[in-house]
Antibody
């Protein structure tokens, strides 16, 4: 069974960089697309980024310039960095397995709450 | 201010049939497949419908999806208490080159 698990700090200070890692088990990261989605009470579900393991990442234009997504095939992990965070970036962050260029997410991590606060 | 528009809430009694709508535009629903997710409290969303009307293995046939033009619907028949959840629609947006979501519909089973 495919499992995804997010890890990273639950509290980040304003203007600093949020860093998350997603560890994939039960499947090779060298197939499928992988992505990040976040959920806030006010804005619901929001796509952040996705990439194929060997391709270039694609970023939500509303967050572009602050995002870096990367895949680590040796550890079967992928990561997300979001710089210059503000309170508006407080959300539950999910890592997902994406089927092609579609919003078909068959597998989700459990989600990790990241709070931006001093 | 989600790209796709859903009613914020819906309700029904056990055994009833309820529908949840999702509307968009030609750059998203009008040209791409529609997906539905069910999110139970405190859990990650779960894929309920893919490619407009297909159910993943394990999803009861009480759940069905349809699409016409730039709108789509999720129908739940034989409503059960365990269907009480948030439901989200999603599709690809060609202008964004990425996925877009509806704001979600909270379904109450009275």
């Amino acid at each position: 069974q495919v499992q995804l698990q997010e890890s990273g700090p639950g509290l980040v200070k304003p203007s600093e960089t949020l860093s998350l890692t997603c560890t994939v088990s039960g499947a090779s990261i060298s197939t499928y697309y992988w992505g990040w989605i976040r959920q806030t009470p006010g804005k619901g579900l929001e796509w952040i980024a996705y990439m194929f393991y060997s391709g270039k990442p694609n970023y939500n234009p509303s967050l572009k310039g602050r995002l870096t997504m990367a895949v680590d095939t040796s550890n079967n992990q992928f990561s997300l960095k979001l710089s210059s965070v503000t309170a508006a970036d407080t959300a539950v962050y999910y890592c997902v397995r994406q089927t092609g260029l579609t919003p078909q997410y068959d597998f989700w991590g459990q989600g990790t709450l990241v709070t931006v606060s001093s | 201010q989600s790209v796709l528009t859903q009613p914020p809430s819906a309700s029904g009694i056990p055994g009833q049939r309820v529908t949840i709508s999702c509307s968009g535009s030609n750059s998203n629903i009008g040209t791409n497949n529609l997906y539905w997710y069910q999110q139970l409290p405190g859990t990650a969303p779960k894929l309920l419908i893919y490619s407009d009307s297909q159910r993943p293995s394990g999803v009861p046939d009480r759940f069905s999806g349809s699409k016409s033009g730039t709108s789509a619907s999720l129908a739940i028949s034989g409503l059960r208490s365990e269907d009480e959840a948030d439901y989200y629609c999603a599709t690809w947006d060609d202008s964004l080159s990425g996925p877009v979501f509806g704001g979600g519909t909270k379904l109450a089973v009275l």
